[in-house]
Structure formats: structure tokens, C-alpha cells
């Protein structure tokens, strides 16, 4: 929809909604907040422990006990019941109380027009058809369609698990059925702005919104039996069968012998089935899980019903999350390229700059490559993000672009106040998308100012102004060969202005510059994750990513974790909506690497494996990891 059929269905105007409006629509849709369920009260943990089969066979038993008149079978028959509820109770009303404690509501402001001014409020206050401003480091107060951006980035990780911020585009337009991580008019609520600032109209809150429907989802899940309750329910079933036919059969043979009477016979009946229920087995298997909560407890693992854990130990397939679980969800810039056709390898992972930038094998000192060192002293400059370490380690704020080239200098040994220091900023272009680049002015000497820019290789390398066309289809050779291996890739250059050139009259795009060379960013593995990966293997049980991300960032992780090695073997959420349902089914079987999915289309994968015969573990750390099916309405 065009904007102005946003606001009409909306009944809102660009000035904002009223007060008297506003209190009206809170009144009528309700807190903008997320539903929650409160945790069930012990008595009803300690009920439910009695919701299994065998459980219900030995209530029986004792019943029977007392009625045969066998107090002792019955005392000890529900002693043992009451004992496997409380121990069974008391580890999942623990795990509640810990999971409730963790759910620390974050209060957040959100600003927006009301009576015509701009105002702050609390975010639970908005209502659909507010008109609501973003900026840098604001978290999305709602499901808001944008009508004016400004180099607006977003990160949305937490929805789609795609590891770059988005770039946002008030004048796109898409059509229906567009996955969420490529619709670039709405921002989401519960994402974070890392870049720019934007305007736009809220079109939904709280359970409403997308984040609010996974929470609903999540809510009114009940989750699938694990496999000891499956295995369980089966050996009950066959107990109970078995034990009746039995009794059934000795009752009849005793009759037909004529040795025994009808009363003496139908008691002998009962003490056999009796005797033959295993009434020390809930016991017994309350305990083990007990104690191998306990040790998942030492592991900061909080598991909220005791059979979950056997339910892990059965696991057989893994659908993991990329973005921060494989990987740590903070780019790394991992290559640079120069001109010259020099590659340097940087180590270390995440924001954080404990690494160092090798050539050849062999550590690069400071100053040793002056071309290397330029490039570091722009990346530096030509930026808005801040890295500084504290007393218990390094802290970072600001667009995951940029921190990651700080990192890169602070490896290099260029730091950005001392820099600032000896280049003083007078003027700087911002970040846009219809520029591709952004740039920064310094003083570098009473008549002097040098220019550094940052952006698209395409871009920056028209703006180096080469003469032959050769040179720049080489160097932008350079940076598609990186692109390929999965690198999100930056250029990086440097010029200067002329002298008697009022550095507050800058022209609109510098010219003449001289190209620095290409920096490579990725978001790296964590730590161990390879290990783990080839130690699940080596269990039997199979891996595979499902990830909103992009096909070949998801390749590039893939390739590291030995996955995949080429483009044919990465499965599209597009591809598995175009073919009819049973065709998942065949996918999951011939690949291990799922890009570009939705929420939905996590659950229809995990499904298809169910299905192949896997018990199925997911696993990732955004609320596009954890939804399930919903039924149709």
C-alpha cells in the first residue's frame, strides 16, 4: 500500500493522532506489550507429575491393595507415587521460578508526534496510528510502516537471523507473500536501529505485531511428548494388556480345575496384577532425570520439564540457528585486499580487537605497510562508532560496520581519539543509500585537508576517478572474488580538497581519490561451534542450519563447518514454498543448509524430519527460533 492508503485505513495524519485519539485506542486495542504467561503454581506442577499411564496403573493398584486388604502394598505403592511428585514437582517448579526471573522486562521510550509536538513516552502507551521517529540505537517500539528514511539501518537478527542491519527504503514497494527480512518499508518492533534516523505510522502493537504473534505461538504450544513419555505410554499400554490377559487366563484355569473358589480366585487375580506393576519405575526414572537436571542446572541450563532432558539424550538431528548461535552476531573483518594485489589475513573473532593482521604467515607491525597503515587511518576516521576498553573489558557502541573497522585499527594500532587529535573533523557526508559511501574531512595541516571515504566498491572506485577501464574492472574483480566467499565488502579511500576550499562548502561527492584497497567482514564462528558440530556427527546425530540469512553468508559458514561446499547444496525459503508440501520432505533429505526462511517455514523443515523418523532438538537465540505451527483459521 502506498503511504496514503496507510494512513486512511489507519484514520491517522502525518501531525500524529490526538491525546483524546490516543487514549481512545489504548482504551480499545490495549498495552502495546507482549503476552506473558505466568508460571503455574506448585500444587499444579505437583498434580501434573501424575499425568502418565504407569502413574495411573499404580493409583489403581493401590486401590486394589487396600480393597484385598494389603495395607503395606498400598502404603509403600503410594509413598513411592507421592515421593516421584514431589522430586519431579520441585525440580520443574525450580526450573519455573529461574525461567521467570530471567525475564527481565526492559522499559523503553519511544518518541512520537502527539497534539502536533514531539514527545517522549512509554512505549506500552503507543497505539496503532501513531506517527513515531526513529534513530540510531532506538529499539522499534512497534510494527511501524516507514514514510520517510534517512540512511535508516536496522537490525532485525532477532526476527530473521539475518547477521547484517537492513537497510530500510520508505519508496519500496513489494508484493504480498514478501518474507519479512526483504520487506524494506516496515520496521518490526523489538529491532534495533544501528543506523540513521525515520518516520512512520504504527500499524500494529503488541500481540499484533510480528514478534507478538511468535510470542502467542510460543505460548500456546505445548510441545510434543518427549521420547521416554512416548516409550513410556507404549510400555504401559503393554503392561497393562499383558497383566490382564494373564490374570485373565490363571483365573480361568483355576476355575476350571475346580480347586479354587470364585472370591479365593478373583483375590489371587488382583495380588498378581499387583504384583506385576514395576511400582518402583517412576521412582526410579524421577531420580535419574533429577540428578541429570541438576548437572544441566551446573551448566547454566535451565530445563523446564525433567523429561526434556532425556528427550536431548534421544536426539538424533539438530536444526540450528546461524546468526549467534554459529556464529557470534558481530562482524569481523577477516581479509583486506589492496591494490597492488596484496593480501593480508586478520585473526581474532567478534568486536572486540584481540587478534592481529597477518601478511604472509608473519604478523604486521606497526608502520611496516605504509599503504596498509592508510587504509587503517581511514577506517578509523571515516566513522561513527565508538570501541574502548573498560575495567572488566571491551564495550562498543554504534553501527556493527563500523566498530568492526575499529577493531581493525586498534589491531593495526590506530586508535580514533588520538587520530581525531592530530586530524581534527571538520565535515563529513553521511551514510546514504542513494550515495553508497559516506565520507569525513580533516585537517591535516594549516592548508591542507584530506578527505576519507568509505562505501560500495563500485561506487568508491568511480569516484578514484582511473583512467583506464581495465584498472577498475581488475580492482572490482577484487571485491566480487570476495563477495563470492561470503565477505560483506567495503572500500576504502582517501584524497584531498583543494587549499582555499572552505571545508563547510565541501562538494556533494569527492572526486580524484585514491583507492586504499577492500575490506572483507564476516560474522565469524564461535568459538568450539566446529568441535561441536563434528562431535555431533560422530554421535550419529545429523546437523543442519536453518537461517533467515542471506544464501551466501549462510554458504560461507556452511563451508567452515563442512556442510557444504558449493551453491547447489543451499535450499531457499523460496524455493520451498514453490513446490507442494511433500517435496520438503525429499529436500531435507539430500541437504543440510536452509537460507532464507521464515519462522513458518523452520517449523515445516522440522516437521519433514520428524517425519523422515528423527528426533529433532532446534536450537538458536531469536524468537524466529522458537514459534510452531499454527492451525489454520
Not at 338 to 344: I, T
Request: charged share 20%; net charge negative; aromatic share 6%.
Amino acid at each position: 500500500m502506498d503511504i496514503g492508503a496507510v494512513l486512511e485505513a489507519l484514520d491517522t495524519r502525518e501531525s500524529g493522532l490526538l491525546d483524546s485519539e490516543a487514549a481512545e485506542r489504548l482504551a480499545r486495542y490495549g498495552t502495546n506489550s507482549l503476552p506473558q504467561k505466568p508460571p503455574p503454581p506448585f500444587w499444579k506442577i505437583f498434580l501434573s507429575q501424575f499425568r502418565n499411564p504407569l502413574m495411573y496403573i499404580l493409583v489403581f493398584a493401590a486401590v486394589i491393595a487396600f480393597a484385598i486388604n494389603e495395607p503395606m502394598d498400598a502404603g509403600f505403592i503410594l509413598f513411592v507415587l507421592v515421593l516421584n511428585a514431589v522430586i519431579g514437582g520441585y525440580q520443574e517448579w525450580r526450573a519455573e521460578q529461574s525461567a521467570k526471573a530471567l525475564q527481565k522486562l526492559l522499559k523503553i521510550k519511544a518518541t512520537l508526534e502527539r497534539d502536533g509536538e514531539i514527545v517522549d513516552i512509554d512505549a506500552g502507551n503507543v497505539v496503532p496510528g501513531d506517527i513515531v521517529w526513529l534513530e540510531s540505537g532506538n529499539r522499534v517500539p512497534a510494527d511501524i510502516r516507514l514514510f520517510m528514511t534517512n540512511g535508516l539501518e536496522v537490525d532485525e537478527s532477532l526476527l530473521t537471523g539475518e547477521s547484517l542491519p537492513v537497510l530500510k527504503d520508505q519508496s519500496w514497494m513489494g508484493k504480498q507473500g514478501t518474507t519479512l527480512g526483504d520487506t524494506l518499508n516496515m520496521a518490526y518492533a523489538g529491532s534495533i536501529v544501528t543506523r540513521g534516523r525515520a518516520k512512520g505510522a504504527v500499524v500494529a502493537t503488541g500481540q499484533e505485531t510480528v514478534v507478538g504473534e511468535l510470542a502467542l505461538e510460543v505460548m500456546g504450544d505445548t510441545g510434543g511428548d518427549p521420547p521416554l513419555v512416548t516409550r513410556m505410554k507404549r510400555f504401559t499400554h503393554v503392561i497393562g494388556l499383558t497383566v490382564l490377559i494373564s490374570a485373565v487366563a490363571i483365573g480361568i484355569l483355576g476355575l476350571a480345575l475346580d480347586r479354587y473358589g470364585l472370591t479365593e480366585m478373583l483375590l489371587f487375580i488382583v495380588a498378581l496384577a499387583v504384583s506385576a506393576i514395576p511400582e518402583g519405575l517412576p521412582i526410579a526414572m524421577t531420580v535419574a532425570l533429577a540428578v541429570a537436571t541438576t548437572r544441566m542446572a551446573r551448566r547454566g541450563v535451565i530445563v523446564r520439564r525433567l523429561a526434556a532432558v532425556e528427550g536431548l539424550g534421544s536426539c538424533t538431528y539438530i536444526a540450528t540457528d546461524k546468526t549467534g548461535t554459529l556464529t557470534r552476531n558481530e562482524l569481523t573483518v577477516k581479509e583486506v585486499r589492496l591494490p597492488g594485489g596484496e593480501v593480508f589475513e586478520v585473526s581474532g573473532v567478534g568486536f572486540a580487537p584481540e587478534g592481529e593482521v597477518l601478511f604472509g604467515g608473519k604478523p604486521v607491525t606497526h608502520g611496516s605497510h605504509p599503504w596498509l597503515d592508510r587504509l587503517a587511518i581511514a577506517a578509523v576516521l571515516c566513522n561513527e562508532a565508538d570501541l574502548h576498553h573498560r575495567d572488566n573489558g571491551w564495550g562498543w557502541h554504534g553501527d556493527t560496520v563500523d566498530i568492526s573497522l575499529l577493531s581493525l585499527g586498534h589491531k593495526l594500532g590506530y586508535h580514533r581519539e588520538p587520530l581525531l587529535d592530530s586530524y581534527p573533523r571538520v565535515n563529513d557526508i553521511p551514510f546514504e543509500p542513494e550515495r553508497q559511501f559516506s565520507a569525513s574531512y580533516h585537517k591535516t595541516g594549516e592548508h591542507s585537508t584530506a578527505v576519507f571515504v568509505k562505501g560500495a566498491p563500485e561506487r568508491v572506485v568511480e569516484m578514484c576517478g582511473l583512467v583506464r577501464d581495465e584498472d577498475a574492472a581488475r580492482l572490482l574483480a577484487i571485491a566480487e572474488d570476495m563477495a563470492a566467499r561470503g565477505f560483506r565488502v567495503l572500500a576504502l579511500a582517501e584524497g584531498e580538497i583543494a587549499d582555499d576550499l572552505s571545508p563547510s562548502d565541501v562538494p556533494p561527492e569527492p572526486s580524484g581519490l585514491n583507492l586504499l584497497g577492500f575490506a572483507g567482514m564476516i560474522d565469524p564462528l564461535r568459538h568450539g561451534v566446529k568441535e561441536a558440530v563434528n562431535s555431533c556427527r560422530k554421535a550419529g546425530i545429523e546437523v543442519s542450519m536453518v537461517t533467515g540469512d542471506h544464501p551466501v553468508t549462510a554458504l560461507a559458514i556452511a563451508r567452515d563447518l563442512g556442510m557444504a561446499s558449493d551453491y547447489s547444496q543451499v535450499v531457499t525459503g523460496v524455493e520451498l514454498t514453490s513446490g507442494p508440501p511433500e517435496e520438503i520432505e525429499k529436500i531435507v533429505g539430500r541437504t543440510n543448509v536452509f537460507a532464507r526462511v521464515s519462522p513458518n517455514q523452520k517449523y515445516q523443515i522440522v516437521e519433514a524430519v520428524q517425519k523422515a523418523g528423527h528426533f529433532v532438538a532446534v536450537t538458536g537465540d531469536g524468537v524466529n527460533d522458537a514459534p510452531r505451527s499454527r492451525p489454520p483459521t
